[in-house]
């Protein structure tokens, strides 16, 4: 028998292994279930890489991400292992092909979607298989304790129904001991194997940080740190724009965010991954899979979302073993923002039966009738519609898809794009001769940054609601520009589909799942309240902090976090003379925190813990320009 060192040496050219490899893949081969809780960047895919090389027959991997299962496909295809991944891009003749050569040729893993697994055909072509192992990749997903939670991950046991006696290995890098219990009877384990490796980072620097002036400050961090890095916003927005101002100050940046195309998506990562650009700026959805190992800093300005999200995230730094950084800058007025966007978006009872209801109208379904064919919706017509919350619905629907209600296809890729053909001469010798489209123009040049240059995706209702006219008068006008060349113009009228899983009930539909929606939301905000503490907790060591949610209480203090060093308290003692001295200066005109340090010769330290008192004490407010000015009575 080929030992699992051997395949090691041959195929990674490594000759030793990570902490706690070797003995998860002994208990895989020895045909064990079990639970793999490593860190990130501690090698989760050799372990049942290796054992489902040394055994006949093909290993079946589930994973979240297209990208991620295509990152792993090519390395090991780059070996000459035979691997393939079955996504939502294969067409369905490309799918019997894909199933066939896993059943009668020599692949060793198939990679697939959980969603993709649902669907029957694929599933009698799995039990015809020879299946040496099962690996849930990113198991915390199957958990709604855990984050990122996917619903599709609970019908996973199937694969158990389909080959009863082979081992499944689920494999995860933050996990507390809830989420591990939720996953080990979701996936019906057999007296799993549970490994735990520490999730301690010792050459990580875990730092919170008072700091209004982010900006500044971030260009500060990444002056002093000249390795890759990643900085994560809390909008696409932000994205082009921090990565514009970090360019225009001789730093290389790229952006990454959700809304991007496949092609840009790539583009953008190789960018980074190549060392073209030196640091990324993206959203969350820069996440599952990413792997740099000499990325030496990565910053938050948003308040994350969960402790889980953010350990993930902030372990993508120091993969290589060396001296790195994780901070997270935190403004005066970030910590009220964050509880109000959790008390304002997350959906309750009422509002998930304000939404159903709103949904079975729009779509004419009658009271008791089973409609059972997909609608195209489009998302932003129908929040318009109602005057609802765009994040608040969109949250919603994701609520009644994941309790079965409904089913909601994202198609958001699909989006309506424009980009302007001509150059700025051309364009305002038109607009001269056409003054009726002046406003629209103007107004979409000044929205859109970048529209010049690429095709950029655009909001029809936002810009009729900015100009007060109908949707279909923009659609209009920009098939007009389009037929005259002025423009390059796609109009998409659904960005998602709804089928409506059950008849209609109205609110007894949604009382049948109340009690889990009420928990679930309880769980939510208990982990945002995690988060605020970890940010005003500045007594104990941050990586204990840490290490303690994920059920390490007994972890020994970094001496390398902020609160161990002393070097950087978020709060910090201040006289009430500055604090009389920063009223004084914004009584005429409100000023940044930056302006207010410089021109009164404060540490920056002294002048966020003072604008965070005031604003507390609702004597100061914070303008839409980052300036503070004396609230009006």
């Known amino acids: 028998m080929t030992l699992p060192l051997q395949i090691l040496k041959r195929y990674w050219k490594f000759s030793k292994f990570r902490p706690q490899q070797e003995e998860i893949i002994q208990s895989v081969l020895n045909q064990q279930d079990c639970v793999a809780l490593l860190p990130t960047g501690g090698g989760k895919s050799l372990c049942f890489q290796i054992p489902a090389l040394i055994n006949d027959g093909i290993c079946i991997v589930v994973s979240p991400l297209i990208a991620l299962m295509q990152d792993q496909v090519n390395a090991l295809n780059n070996k000459d292992i035979k691997a393939i991944a079955l996504t939502n891009l294969n067409h369905f003749s490309d799918l019997e092909r894909i199933l066939d050569n896993c059943v009668y040729g020599n692949y060793k893993f198939l990679y697939l979607s959980p969603e993709r697994l649902q669907n029957p055909f694929i599933q009698e072509r799995i039990k015809l298989m020879n299946v040496n192992l099962i690996a849930v990749d990113e198991a915390h997903c199957i958990s709604q304790w855990g984050h990122d939670f996917r619903s599709a991950y609970r019908s996973i046991n199937i694969l158990k129904t389909l080959h009863p006696k082979v081992a499944t290995i689920a494999l995860t890098a933050s996990a507390t001991k809830r989420v591990v219990e939720d996953i080990k009877e979701q996936l019906k384990l057999e007296q799993p194997t549970i490994f735990r490796h520490s999730f301690n980072r010792k050459n990580l620097s875990y730092q919170s940080l008072l700091f209004e002036d982010k900006d500044f400050k971030i260009i500060e961090l990444l002056k002093q740190n000249k390795e890759s890095a990643i900085v994560y916003t809390g909008s696409r927005s932000a994205t082009q724009q921090l990565a514009k101002m970090l360019n225009r100050n001789g730093i290389s940046s790229g952006y990454y965010h959700g809304g991007l195309n496949a092609e840009e998506k790539e583009q953008h990562y190789h960018q980074w991954i190549s060392d073209e650009t030196r640091v990324i700026v993206a959203t969350n959805a820069f996440g599952m899979g990413i792997d740099k190992a000499d990325v030496s800093i990565v910053i938050h300005i948003n308040i994350p979302e969960s402790l889980e999200h953010y350990f993930q995230e902030a372990g993508r730094a120091g993969r290589n073993q060396k001296e790195a950084k994780a901070i997270l800058l935190v403004g005066p007025n970030d910590i009220e923002i964050a509880k109000k966007w959790y008390i304002d978006y997350v959906p309750n009872v009422d509002f998930l039966k304000l939404i159903y209801k709103k949904l079975c109208t729009y779509f004419q379904i009658a009271y008791g009738e089973l409609n059972e064919e997909k609608h195209g919706f489009n998302f932003n017509a129908f929040c318009n519609l109602y005057k609802l919350s765009k994040r608040k619905t969109y949250n919603g629907l994701k609520v009644l898809d994941r309790h079965g209600l409904i089913v909601f296809e994202e198609l958001f890729k699909k989006k309506t794009s424009l980009q302007f053909l001509v150059n700025h001469n051309v364009l305002i010798d038109y607009i001269k001769h056409n003054d009726e489209l002046r406003l629209m123009i103007t107004t979409i040049l000044r929205t859109y940054e970048g529209i010049h240059s690429q095709e950029t995706s655009i909001e029809i209702e936002k810009i009729a609601k900015t100009l007060n006219i109908r949707s279909s008068s923009i659609i209009q006008n920009l098939d007009t520009l389009a037929a005259k060349e002025i423009v390059k113009f796609k109009s998409i009228n659904t960005d998602a589909q709804i089928t409506f899983s059950q008849p209609r009930e109205d609110d007894k539909a949604i009382n049948r799942i109340s009690k889990e929606v009420k928990k679930y939301n309880k769980v939510k905000l208990r982990k945002i309240g995690a988060v605020i503490n970890y940010i005003e907790n500045n007594n104990i060591c941050k990586s204990k902090q840490l290490l303690t949610y994920f059920d390490e209480p007994n972890s020994k203090t970094c001496g390398i976090c902020n609160v161990c060093t002393k070097k950087e308290n978020s709060i910090v003692p201040f006289e009430k003379e500055n604090v009389d001295l920063i009223l004084k200066s914004i009584e005429d005109k409100p000023m940044t925190s930056r302006m207010l340090e410089l021109n009164l ?33």
């Open 601 to 633: 010769s404060l540490s920056n330290k002294e002048v966020v813990s003072i604008l965070k008192h005031l604003l507390e004490l609702k004597k100061i407010e914070q303008t839409q320009t980052n300036k503070f000015q004396i609230k009006c009575p």
